[in-house]
């Protein structure tokens, strides 16, 4: 197509390591592709770089303005092959080498040991990663899913696209990708009944669980630089392996650029201030665990080979192999699909379209729910700790006063009522207690695994997006009279993109049934013994008036 020229309206940062290009309100852009797709251009800056950025940002210029220069003949760099994981390899892997060697070189690791402030609220808004940021949309509603986005464009609603195409989602759809797949990577969708299938189920002899626990401070440098370090025993060999936050970051970047089909578990969200605070460390290693919990749980997950190699993995040499050799895998991506096996069965486009509409809705009500409980516990919490033993303090207080009063006039001969008057007191200044100390029975446990649910629920959405590429792409193919034989290969493609996100939408069904209810079963006990030691408390105190 004949390239023309786009006046950028607003700034947008592209995300690191993907195709997407920054630009700035005012930039002047050179327009090479308008066929992108999902509401992307491609295009060239000033200083000649290529890349993406979104169509509702920029707008075609009617005037002549100078064109950037040419780009620079492209230099071909030698390949380096090396069966040895510790020379050779791509750029990224020279780079990380002294990040292989030191773990320790981010923000997120170390802080210096004087550092004492007091820690962050415990339930941020914000989990790690496949979170929205901050400065982005909160709510999944301000997200449309078929609608005209233009004007109300979010970056969240780019990244996962973005990521798709640099990572060859059209070659895989066009049959243009051939990588060999060994059989033991290959996952065999299973089919339940009619439009309902799964992930291949994890054998019973399979099962399996990983626990977190004995967080300690550790430093180096002679104590220059700290650190806290988790213990991961998994139940399969009962061998401890420590790692740190840093190592739980590295392991997230791996499962989600490799499984782009599947909702990642979020990690606990980073924190700087307050980092040592016993509350905060105790915190971070209950919500590890929820993460933990969950991929082992995952068919897919719980199975894969950067997975095992964070669980096992206990020397350091090894560690840096499999580190490099994750970094390297080509299935990642839309590559991911070429792994996949499912069924025959040639998808109903109108059964396609509706299962999304449907499942998309869904998820965006589920996800506007488990944030309003989430504002209700973290309320109930504050209040526990706040005004509702405030209140309690006040009655007793009231009442021991009370009972002093009673008390001084009573100094020559002394009676139970002035004793039994300050035990009412007493009682409720123990009932303010017993308020103070519950959330972190019940409300507490119940927001960590809110926080899951909810960043599952706000990763399905690029998840929808990579399907929504997928569908154009077919139709394009379908458009432009592509030969008969390869239109049903790509026809077959799409149908495996859609296989695959019917399968994980109904892990997430199965699993959100059992692990809801034992939540919600285990918060009510709670709340049953909550009440119980208050009308304990009570009535014991009623008994020295009998």
């Not at 309206?9 to 997407?20: K, Q």
């Not at 295009?43 to 950037?68: D, I, M, R």
């Not at 040419?70 to 050779?88: E, F, I």
């Amino acid at each position: 197509m004949s390239t023309f020229q786009a006046r950028a309206l607003y700034d947008f940062s592209g995300e690191p390591n993907t195709a997407e290009m920054t630009i700035s309100a005012g930039e002047i852009l050179t327009v090479t592709r308008t066929d992108v797709g999902e509401g992307w251009w491609e295009g060239l800056n000033s200083q000649g770089k290529s890349g993406l950025f979104p169509e509702a940002y920029v707008e075609k210029v009617t005037t002549s303005f100078p064109g950037p220069p040419p780009m620079p003949a492209p230099v071909l760099q030698p390949q380096n092959y090396s069966d040895d994981w510790g020379s050779g390899g791509n750029q990224t892997s020279q780079e990380n080498d002294g990040w292989d060697d030191d773990w320790d070189e981010d923000p997120y690791s170390e802080i210096p040991n004087n550092s004492r402030q007091q820690p962050e609220q415990l339930y941020a808004n914000e989990p790690n990663r496949n979170q929205f940021s901050k400065g982005d949309a909160d709510n999944i509603s301000e997200m449309s899913f078929g609608a005209d986005n233009k004007g109300t464009i979010t970056k969240k609603s780019f990244n996962r696209f973005s990521t798709f195409v640099k990572s060859g989602g059209e070659s895989y759809i066009l049959g243009t990708l051939k990588v060999n797949i060994e059989d033991t990577h290959k996952i065999l969708i299973v089919k339940i009944d009619d439009g309902i299938c799964n992930w291949p189920p994890i054998p019973p002899a399979n099962h399996y669980t990983v626990l977190v626990t004995s967080p300690k401070k550790e430093s180096k440098l002679k104590g220059l630089k700290s650190f806290i370090a988790y213990q991961l025993t998994p139940s399969f060999n009962n061998i401890q392996v420590s790692r740190r936050y840093k190592h739980f970051d590295w392991l997230h970047e791996r499962l989600t650029e490799k499984f782009s089909l599947i909702a990642v578990p979020p990690l606990p969200d980073k924190q700087i201030s307050g980092r040592y605070e016993e509350q905060f460390i105790e915190h971070r290693r209950v919500q590890l665990q929820e993460f933990v919990n969950w991929v082992c749980r995952h068919p897919i997950l719980s199975s894969s080979e950067v997975w095992q190699h964070f669980l096992t993995c206990t020397d350091d040499k090894l560690w840096k192999q499999g580190k490099r050799q994750a970094e390297k895998d080509p299935l990642l991506g839309a590559n991911f699909c070429l792994c996949i096996e499912a069924p025959d069965k040639n998808l109903l486009q109108s059964f396609v379209d509706e299962t999304i509409d449907t499942s998309s809705n869904f998820i965006h009500n589920l996800d506007t729910a488990v944030k309003n409980l989430m504002n209700t516990a973290a309320d109930q919490a504050r209040k526990h700790a706040g005004a509702f033993k405030k209140e309690y303090t006040k009655i007793g207080e009231s009442f021991y006063s009370l009972g002093t009063a009673i008390e001084s006039a009573e100094k020559a001969t002394p009676t139970d009522l002035a004793t039994g008057i300050k035990r009412i007191g007493t009682a409720y200044f123990e009932i303010g207690k017993i308020f103070e100390d519950q959330p972190k029975l019940d409300w507490e446990p119940l927001s960590d695994k809110l926080y899951i649910y909810k960043g599952i629920t706000s990763s399905f959405p690029d998840i929808f997006a990579i399907h929504k590429g997928a569908q154009q792409k077919r139709k394009e193919c379908e458009k432009i009279n592509t030969p008969p034989a390869q239109l049903s290969e790509v026809r077959k493609r799409t149908d495996t993109v859609s296989y695959a996100i019917f399968a994980e939408l109904q892990h997430f069904k199965s699993e959100r049934e059992v692990d809801l209810k034992v939540t919600m079963k285990k918060y009510l006990i709670e709340q049953v013994n909550f009440y119980k030691r208050i009308v304990d408390k009570l009535e014991d105190t009623l008994k020295f008036f009998e």
